[in-house]
């Protein structure tokens, strides 16, 4: 059933609509002068030049890469053992589980960033980018779980079972006939863990403390002037988790086009399970 | 107006990018007749029954229902209707929903809407199953509830793409007697396709043999089967063995052919003489036992395989001398021969044919195995 | 009785056979250090957010007795419900226009053969891991007195004097949150229209169903469930943002998750700001058993398709 015209243009101006705002952005990040807009005077780096000698912008980097980092291999670990878990389990939790391990999507940031606040001014924790590091992993967390079960449970089970019949035990089933299957897809992951981190402002508008992360540090900046070097780092931003997210893509694929020959982009974006 | 046919396809080419799936098909379809495409996967029969369906526009040429061009028209506009290979049934409806509709979509009325889907589930056997949902129904169920469907928009054209071919083989069997009884009770055109040559034997008015993007061969399908005019169409239609003749006398009522060492007549009127290609369906070689002595004019051969069907036995014979290996089969309770006996086969003159054959060409082409898979048309779901 | 042939006694001490295996306790309990973590950081921070609610709140403390009293201010306050108004407005703008905009193009990427749909596909999972700071931020240069669009205009002499209607309203803040969640629904709808194979549709134009009908009576009930989950997500996350308004809101609208950030790093009030946000998310719970509850009823929630 071929879609009509209508359709394939509403597509393009979909697309143009999500994208369009973003590349102005990266297009006024290269402007000669401090202003945001029309007529455009002329390309120029000298706000990329500014930002990189800026020792709070490569702070707020640095403190985002160590968060996002952290996050992302907890989670790796969390989300890995407990996917693993659910999908070869038949076990009446898995139904409480599950509602537990999505809950952080359905739930407003604001609702999670304050409670953490008030879970840590009752303990008399100060914030720092460790409660930020907690908040990102609470977040993250389902999106990592939702990747990794919809792969652990495309495996075919005979494989496991074999080994097992060969008197393989659990942990070496898991790292010598399951992880060397997976593992493109959980490093996928763990990298959209980390950009999703790295990204992360609402929540961590909450629990941030003297470190800034480096949305926060944008944030803070728009408080003060807005000129283009607020543009210059946030297409830093955009650019490293594009990046990112290409090579999640290229690796899931790889790993999807080993397994079975083909690429299904459904799949791939985890959201549906093969058939 | 009353001479034209109810489907006329004229000239109908299609090409899917580089690849021809179609070329230059003209077919007349009377009204009430059933009307079969046969061929093996690729043929382009589905492909054909899509473009007068309108789900298809073709490349080249035109379709014509009861003398209205409609090949511009979409599907939704032309008054056919079509059973799918599985039954598509909407799972968000019930059979009382599903059933109506076409007639939901046209804007009957609900009295009427009741009325009609009762007499279409009547129609299939159903009846009583309005309130079923798609989940609670068996393959077979499901399909005559398709049926049902299509039906009760009561269509001058009903399209059959492969409708049993995914149900089990006993099901099938028993929607064959429905489907003729069907026909004969609303009287409406069929256009069925199918790559089972059996279904379309029992179930056609005519047969439509196609191969490679043409129709080889149009005709009842006794005359398919007994006077075939290609090899395709003898090997796809029904089982044959093809050998390698020549025609020394071509005669009026009875020729005489010369295979290997021996002679046999052949009732078919005036061929060419020079080579042929001879065409002896199974049920027809006789075997008889012996040594070449004592089976004089036979053809010798060596019984290789033997298998026992319930009905009857089947048999493949070895003709060392000539190289070929022929099938036979006969009725009995128990095979006459073993594996290893010395045969002698021979055949009536009426029981076979006769096709033109290149000189030269002396192995038949393999019989295309007709696979349940579908044409390009369908793989792209 | 006849002897009947015994099978070969079964070798002595075999290994458990693997399907036993499957079903032993183990493997759920895998899921314990994550399940502790979110319980430990997510549960029960949320409990003691709730607690809160029932305290009295003053400058970043709270304090016994518990006390309905935070939640009849909050019923009370003719502020809190034009906010809560203004939530609920904005919400369900951005919630019905993203499945709006959603629909056609997850119904191209699902049935089209073009080759340019991996390139869309890959357009749209890379717009969704843009940072969502990054667009508000892009909004308000482009649609501000000074921005993108006013000084385009005006550079190419339509406009004498910059259309104001663009931001800070409404508008501007729905169109940022349709921006952030579009890429998202996209994907759900798209996922939802998997097991619609197209001779589903097929059947229904055969059946005399032009496009009109076959979205009314095929494509919307098969993604009926997908659609109310983004609708109700969107509606959730637009509802609560408490950013957004206050970046390309403008004074008028406001809406009620800047009030619970004000009440919490603002005023200190923390348990007036928790009641207001305990009083939402059980209107979100409302919303969730309202739709699950339709669908139920619609019979739309559980539809199997045939493969």
């Given at each position: 059933m071929s879609p009509g015209r209508f359709t394939g243009l509403v597509t393009v101006a979909g697309m143009l609509f999500l994208w369009l705002p973003l590349l102005v952005v990266v297009l006024f990040s290269?402007?000669?002068?401090?202003?945001?807009?029309?007529p455009f005077d002329g390309f120029s780096l000298r706000w990329y030049e500014r930002i990189s000698e800026s020792p709070e912008v490569r702070a707020a980097a640095r403190n985002s890469l160590v968060v996002a980092t952290s996050t992302a291999l907890v989670t790796l670990v969390l989300a890995t053992l407990a996917a693993y878990g659910m999908s070869r389990s038949r076990s009446r939790w898995r139904a409480p589980l599950s509602l537990l391990f999505f809950l952080p999507i359905t739930l407003p940031g604001l609702f999670i960033g304050i409670a953490l606040l008030i879970a840590f001014s009752r303990l008399e924790y100060s914030l720092s980018l460790v409660t930020v590091t907690v908040a990102h992993l609470v977040y993250v967390f389902p999106f990592f779980f939702l990747l990794a079960r919809a792969a652990l449970e495309r495996l075919d089970p005979a494989l496991e079972e074999a080994a097992a019949d060969l008197g393989a035990t659990g942990w070496t089933i898991f790292r010598r006939v399951t992880l060397p299957q997976v593992w493109p897809v959980l490093v996928g992951a763990a990298c959209l863990a980390f950009a999703l981190s790295f990204d992360e402002f609402i929540i961590t508008f909450f629990v941030v403390g003297p470190d800034p992360t480096l949305p926060l540090f944008i944030w803070s900046s728009l408080r003060r002037t807005i000129d283009p070097s607020i543009n210059a780092i946030s297409t830093l931003l955009l650019a490293f988790t594009v990046l990112l997210f290409v090579v999640t893509f290229a690796l899931t694929s790889w790993g999807e086009r080993r397994r079975r020959g083909t690429v299904d982009p459904l799949v791939l974006t985890g959201a549906q399970e093969p058939r | 107006m009353s001479g034209d046919p109810r489907v006329r396809i004229e000239g109908v080419s299609h090409r899917y990018g580089a690849v021809a799936?179609?070329?230059?098909v003209s077919l007349d379809i009377a009204d009430g007749e059933f009307v079969t495409l046969l061929g093996?996967?690729?043929?382009?029969k589905t492909t054909l029954l899509r473009i007068v369906a309108g789900f298809e526009r073709p490349s080249a040429g035109r379709v014509l229902l009861a003398g209205e061009?409609?090949?511009?028209?979409?599907?939704?506009?032309?008054a056919t209707n079509m059973v799918f290979?599985?039954?598509?049934?909407?799972?968000?409806?019930d059979v009382f929903a599903n059933v109506a509709f076409g007639l939901q979509v046209a804007g009957v009325g609900k009295a009427d809407q009741r009325a009609r889907v009762r007499e279409a589930l009547e129609l299939v056997r159903?009846?009583?199953?309005?309130?079923?949902?798609?989940?609670?129904?068996s393959g077979g169920q499901m399909q005559r509830i398709a049926l049902a469907r299509a039906l009760v928009n009561r269509p001058k054209v009903l399209l059959l793409d492969?409708?049993?071919?995914?149900?089990?083989l006993k099901i099938r069997l028993d929607m064959e007697v429905e489907l003729r009884r069907v026909h004969r009770e609303t009287g409406a055109t069929f256009v069925y396709v199918t790559h089972d040559q059996r279904e379309a034997m029992a179930l056609s008015d005519r047969i439509a043999v196609m191969n490679a993007g043409r129709i080889e061969q149009i005709g009842a399908p006794t005359d398919v089967y007994?006077?075939?005019?290609s090899v395709f169409a003898a090997q796809f239609v029904g089982d044959a063995n093809v050998l390698p003749v020549d025609v020394v006398e071509a005669g009026d009522e009875e020729s005489t052919v010369q295979l290997g060492d021996t002679r046999h007549q052949v009732r078919c009127p005036r061929p060419q003489p020079g080579p042929a290609w001879l065409v002896l369906r199974p049920e027809a070689v006789e075997m008889r036992a012996g040594t070449p002595e004592e089976t004089p004019g036979t053809l010798q051969g060596i019984v290789r395989d033997v298998a026992f069907r319930g009905t009857g036995f089947g048999c493949r014979i070895e003709l060392p001398a000539l190289g070929a290996q022929v099938k036979a089969e006969g009725r009995g309770a128990t095979p006459p021969f073993d594996v290893d006996d010395e045969v002698g086969i021979d055949w009536r003159p009426e029981s076979c044919w006769l096709l033109p054959r290149e000189r030269g060409d002396d192995t038949p082409p393999p019989p295309v195995t007709s696979e349940p898979e579908s044409d390009p048309a369908q793989a792209r779901a | 009785m006849s002897a009947v042939a015994e099978p070969p006694a079964a070798s002595p001490?075999?290994?458990?056979?693997p399907r036993e295996r499957?079903?032993?306790?183990?493997?759920?309990?895998?899921?314990l250090p994550a399940a502790l973590t979110l319980l430990l950081f997510l549960i029960a921070p949320l409990a003691a957010f709730a607690v809160y609610s029932f305290l009295t709140g003053s400058l970043y403390e709270v304090s016994g007795p518990l006390t309905l009293e935070n939640y009849r201010e909050i019923a009370q306050s003719e502020l809190n419900r034009k906010l809560a108004r203004n939530s609920l407005i904005v919400g369900l703008l951005a919630a019905v226009s993203s499945v709006v905009i959603a629909l056609p193009i997850a119904y191209w990427l699902r049935y089209t053969?073009?080759?340019?749909k991996t390139l869309v596909l890959f357009l749209i999972v890379a717009s969704f891991l843009a940072s969502y700071l990054v667009r508000i931020y892009a909004w308000r240069t482009i649609l501000g007195a000074e921005g993108v669009i006013n000084s385009g205009l005006g550079a190419l002499g339509i406009?004498?004097?910059?259309?104001?209607?663009?931001?800070?309203n409404r508008f501007a803040v729905t169109l940022a949150l349709v921006h952030i969640y579009l890429p998202y629904v996209i994907l759900v709808i798209y996922a939802g229209l998997g097991?619609?194979?197209?001779a589903y549709l097929e059947a229904a134009q055969d059946l005399g169903a032009g496009w009109v009908q076959r979205w009314r009576r095929v494509v919307l009930p098969a993604v009926a469930a997908p659609v109310g989950s983004a609708l109700l997500f969107v509606f959730v996350l637009s509802a609560a943002d408490y950013v957004t308004p206050q970046f390309l809101g403008?004074?008028?609208?406001?809406?009620i998750g800047v009030q619970v950030q004000v009440a919490f790093q603002?005023?200190?009030d923390y348990a007036g700001g928790a009641a207001i946000s305990f009083a939402l998310l059980a209107g979100f719970l409302v919303c969730y058993g309202l739709v699950a509850l339709g669908l139920r009823l619609a019979r739309l929630d559980r539809l199997r398709f045939a493969s």
């Open positions: 290269l402007h000669t002068t401090a202003s945001l807009s029309f | 799936a179609l070329e230059d093996p996967s690729g043929c382009g061009d409609v090949t511009g028209r979409p599907a939704h506009k032309r290979q599985r039954p598509t049934l909407f799972p968000h409806l159903l009846e009583g199953y309005e309130r079923r949902r798609s989940h609670e129904l492969e409708p049993l071919s995914a149900l089990d007994r006077r075939p005019t | 001490a075999r290994a458990p056979a499957g079903l032993r306790l183990g493997p759920v309990l895998l899921t053969t073009s080759r340019t406009v004498d004097e910059p259309l104001t209607f663009l931001v800070f097991p619609l194979q197209p403008g004074t008028a609208s406001v809406m603002g005023t200190g």
